[in-house]
Structures are given as C-alpha cells and as structure tokens.
C-alpha cells in the first residue's frame, strides 16, 4: 500500500469544518435542552392517573423509541410539510425530529427515575401542604437526579452522535461538511478522520465532567 497521509488538506479547510461544527452546536444543545424538557412533561403525563392521558403519551414514547432516527428526520423533512402545508428547511426538520426524539427518551429516565423513589414520600409532602409541583422540586427532583445523571448523560452524547444523521437531509453540520470535502478533494481517510476527532473533543469534555460530578454526588450522600 502506497498511500501516504497529507492532512494539510485539513489544515487548509479548517474553516469549513468550523462551520459545520457550529451548526453541530447549534443543532446539539438546543435540542437537549428542548427534549429534557418536554421529557420531564411527557413523564409527568405519563405518571398520571388519567388513563387517557397516559396511555396517549405511551403510543408517543413508544412511537419514537421503536422507529429508527434516520427515519424520523426524514420523514420530517419529506412527509411531515404535506400534513401542516408548509415546507420546513433542513435545519429545521432536524431540530424537530431530534427534540421530539430526545423528549421520548427523556421522559422514561425521568419517570423511571420518579417511580424509583417511595410514594410515601410525595404523599407525605402533600399532607405538610406543599402542592404537587412544590413537592416535586423541593422533595423528589433533589434525590432523583443523582439515580438519572448518568443516563441523562448518556443521552447527551447520544443526540450529539445523532446529529451527524441531519447531513441527510442536508443540514450543513460537521459530517456534511465532512463529507463535502471529502468528495471535493477524493481524501476520505484525512478529512473523515479529522471529523471523527473533532466529535471526539466535541463530546469527551461533557463526559469527564459528568463522570466527575456523579463521583462527587456520590460522596455527598
């Protein structure tokens, strides 16, 4: 084999991947946040004693837990527009399908996360008189979130490992960009490789810290 790496052809573009990193950003961090919060909601439904309401966000979970993301990112750009009558950019079907996607996900960390500590006591939150919501806060949230820390975690690095799908659709995120490149200059290894690194220091910085907090956490006990 005579091939010989040059990534100077990295070097040379680095604006272009640059680029496509912040869309990545872009794409990334909203869409967890966005997700974790209508997670929490959809768990709050979920946890509900009116069956109608549970079962509906059940059909939702499951919908988007049992279906592949590549699938739903499409079928948001291509199928999604015929149903409201308005097409959506890239970008924007990408936000869509990757926030609702998060938000199935999301909701069963949170509830199994609920379900894991004892009714009594958000019962005996209520009787002090705290509402539902105060309890929730102020009772349950403080201990749950040490149980669900490492699979929020692992939720986060997974939406950001989704969003390289958005360059299918054409959302000029980092893999597109890479794949640009790639294409343009016929130097696969080099660029492909630069954009696997660049996830690599993307993503590892959120899994020390959290690692890191979820020691300390540990020791707070």
């Not at 790496?5 to 869309?23: A, K, M, S």
């Not at 109608?52 to 049992?66: K, P």
């Not at 949170?110 to 009714?119: A, C, E, Q, V, Y």
Request: proline letters at 4%; hydrophobic letters at 50%.
């Amino acid at each position: 084999m005579n091939y010989v790496p040059d990534f100077t052809i990295v070097t040379d573009n680095w604006i272009v991947l640059l680029r496509g990193l912040w869309v990545t950003i872009q794409i990334w961090l909203p869409s967890i946040i966005m997700g974790l919060c209508f997670g929490f909601a959809i768990a709050q439904a979920r946890l509900s004693e009116r069956k109608w309401l549970s079962r509906s966000t059940l059909v939702y979970v499951e919908l988007f837990r049992d279906t592949p993301v590549l699938i739903q990112l499409i079928w948001f750009y291509y199928a999604f527009p015929i149903l409201i009558g308005m097409q959506l950019s890239p970008f924007a079907a990408a936000m869509l399908g990757l926030t609702l996607n998060t938000s199935a996900y999301a909701s069963e960390i949170f509830r199994g996360g609920i379900k894991s500590i004892h009714r009594g006591q958000m019962e005996g939150a209520k009787a002090i008189g705290m509402t539902h919501a105060q309890a929730m806060r102020r009772v349950i949230l403080p201990q749950v979130i040490k149980r669900m820390l490492p699979a929020l975690t692992n939720r986060t690095i997974e939406v950001a490992k989704m969003s390289s799908l958005a360059s299918v659709i054409s959302v000029h995120e980092l893999m597109y960009q890479g794949r640009l490149l790639s294409s343009t200059y016929y130097r696969p290894f080099e660029i492909l490789t630069a954009v696997a690194f660049i996830y690599f220091i993307l993503i590892y910085p959120g899994t020390f810290l959290a690692g890191r907090l979820e020691k300390y956490l540990a020791r707070s006990n």
